[in-house]
Every structure is written in structure tokens, then in C-alpha cells.
């Protein structure tokens, strides 16, 4: 088996990834910002089935936004998962807030594997990173990219824009014999695995508290977390997925009320604050004026998105749970675990 270093070990994503390497047999080494952390993160860990294993990942303190730590953090690794990116729930006032640490974060990383003769680094990209900008509609696939000189896009988008441009740029002219796959996932639900939630399980959590007024004509791409992880273990080490981007998302995308219904449907007593009332254009749009939260949704208001994942269940033999699944997973764990607070 490998040894593999995971970065953002506490992270949604970053903690199943982790959890699936264990499972494999392979040594699993994990970054986090703090290692005060660790106990949260092996608590997390457990939560989700590692059982002892949890006590056996190795842990490095390192930032997206320093050198120091990478260079001890991938030393005799064969391959990195470099999961970490910052994703904050409110639109910072600044976009470098969100673009240095994903840009530069994803340069560090990519040099040190480099440097330290890591055969393959898999990046967690975005859907943010390819379906964003003016009139960006219909079905995308990998070879689509957002504008991140498009004035309509937010600073998350243009971030993981720019972050996977430039580490792809980095492969072709520093990367030497290193390889790189990437992934691109749609919204990202499934098992919560501890109190520390990611913004894309926010959503779910609002609805089931009651605290929306409603569903505003959105559309989103949903891959459940387990799948996310198991198409990164995947890209690892098949040899079909050196030098390619992968979108991971299962089934078609689906509008704010589908999901609330979905919510409805399944959970029956649970879901009883869940609003499936459709909100109007012109409502979202006079909140806007405001509220900068608002504001940011309105370029993608009625905008029927939709992707494939064909490129990875061809050549990685991926085979995504429904949306459905995910979203009910993240509501139950929500619930299993008290967090949630009804109004």
C-alpha cells in the first residue's frame, strides 16, 4: 500500500478522504492549520467508521498561505490529495481573501510533491471552476471553464478558477515527471462527521430549521461526500486519470424546491419546517439591495445548469449514489448528531 498525505485532514471532504485511504491499507499522513485540531479530527474520523485507524494518522501542521511544513508534510509520500481550499459561507469583502490561499496554496503543494519525487497529486477543484459566468448555461463537461474575468462571478468561483488554471500551468512548465488529476465537484452533502460544518451542508440545515422563507429559482449539482472521496482514491492511482480533470456530480442537477421536497418526502415529522414555497425573481432581487449575501445569488437566479460525470464513470468505473441519497444522508446525520436548532 501507498503513503498518502491528505491536505485539509478536517475538512468535509478532506476527513472521508482520509477515512476511505484507512480503509484501503494505505499510511495516511494529514495537514491541518492547527494542530490543536487533532483530537476534532480523529473524532471525526471515528465518527465515520475508522475505528482505531483514527489513532493511527500522522498529522503536520501546515497553511496554505506559508511555506513552512510542506517539505516535512510530503517526505517519502507516493501521492498527495490536496483537498484543502478555503470555502467561507459570506462573500469576503476583499477576493484575495479567497484567491491567494487557493491559488498560492495549490503552488506550494505542488512544488513540494515535486520536490520530494510524489508520483501524483490529485487537486480538489470546483464546478466553480467551470460552469460560472454571463449566460453560462446548459449541460457542462470538462472541457468547459469559467471566466474569471467575467464581472458577474463571485470571489469563490473566480478563486477555484484561477487556482486550477495556474496549477495546471504548473504541471506544464515546472511539474517535471509529477503527475496531476483533478476533480471537479458539484455541491458537495452527505454524512456530517462532526459540529464543524462546510458551507454547502449550511443549506440543508437552513431548510430543516425552518429559517427559509423559501426556495429561490437555483440549481445545483450534488455529488454525496462518499463518492466525492472514493472518485479522489480513484484518480490516485488509475493511470487513465494522469493529466485529466473529472466533474463529479451524480444524476441531474436540481432546483432549491426539489430539494426541499426531497426533504419532505423522506423525513416525513423531521422535515416539518422545511418551506417548498417557490420565492419570486423580483423578491430575491429588492432583498438584494440589501443584502450582499442576496445580492450574490442574482446572476445565477433561473439559470437551468446541468453536467455529466461520463468521463469518470468511463475511465475510472465511477458509479455515483442519486442525489436523493445525499441529501437525505446529510439531513439524518444532521439530526443523529443534535445540530440542529429549530426556530
Not at 501542521?61 to 510530503?74: E, F, I, R, S, Y
Not at 465537484?185 to 437552513?206: A, E, F, N, Q, Y
Request: glycine share 8%; charged share 20%.
Amino acid at each position: 500500500m501507498a503513503k498518502v498525505l491528505v491536505t485539509g485532514g478536517t475538512g468535509f471532504l478532506g476527513a472521508h478522504c482520509v477515512i476511505q485511504l484507512l480503509a484501503a491499507g494505505h499510511e495516511v499522513r494529514a495537514t491541518v492549520r492547527d494542530l490543536r485540531r487533532e483530537d476534532a479530527l480523529r473524532a471525526m474520523l471515528r465518527q465515520g467508521g475508522a475505528g482505531n485507524g483514527a489513532n493511527n494518522v500522522a498529522l503536520f501542521a501546515a497553511d496554505l498561505t506559508a511555506d513552512a511544513g510542506w517539505k516535512q508534510a510530503v517526505t517519502d509520500c507516493d501521492y498527495v490529495l490536496h483537498v484543502a481550499s478555503p470555502f467561507p459561507g459570506r462573500v469576503p469583502k476583499d477576493e484575495n481573501e479567497l484567491i491567494r490561499p487557493a491559488r498560492d496554496g495549490a503552488l506550494r503543494v505542488l512544488r513540494a510533491a515535486r520536490d520530494a519525487n510524489v508520483r501524483r497529486v490529485v487537486l480538489t477543484s470546483s464546478f466553480a471552476a467551470i460552469g460560472y459566468g454571463k449566460a453560462r448555461a446548459g449541460t457542462f463537461t470538462e472541457t468547459d471553464w469559467t471566466d474569471p474575468h467575467d464581472p458577474t462571478i463571485q470571489p469563490y468561483q473566480k478563486s477555484k478558477t484561477l487556482a486550477e488554471r495556474a496549477a495546471w500551468a504548473f504541471m506544464r512548465d515546472e511539474g517535471g515527471s509529477l503527475e496531476l488529476a483533478v476533480i471537479d465537484p458539484t455541491g458537495i452533502l452527505g454524512p456530517v462527521l462532526g459540529p464543524d460544518l462546510s458551507t454547502s451542508i449550511h443549506l440543508i440545515k437552513r431548510m430543516l430549521e425552518g429559517s427559509t422563507p423559501g426556495c429561490p429559482d437555483l440549481w445545483f449539482g450534488i455529488v454525496d461526500v462518499r463518492d466525492a472521496a472514493d472518485l479522489h482514491v480513484r484518480a490516485m492511482t488509475n493511470p487513465s486519470a494522469a493529466g485529466e480533470r473529472f466533474l463529479a456530480t451524480a444524476g441531474h442537477f436540481m432546483s432549491v424546491a426539489q430539494m426541499a421536497q426531497t426533504l419532505r418526502d423522506h423525513l416525513g415529522h423531521a422535515a416539518r419546517a422545511v418551506s417548498t414555497r417557490q420565492l419570486p425573481n423580483w423578491l430575491l432581487r429588492a432583498a438584494a439591495l440589501f443584502d450582499p449575501e442576496v445580492r450574490s445569488l442574482l446572476p445565477e437566479l433561473g439559470k437551468r445548469k446541468d453536467a455529466t460525470a461520463a468521463k469518470a464513470q468511463r475511465l475510472l468505473g465511477w458509479n455515483p449514489r442519486p442525489p436523493e441519497e445525499a441529501i437525505i444522508a446529510t439531513a439524518t446525520s444532521l439530526a443523529e448528531l443534535n445540530l440542529l436548532k429549530f426556530c
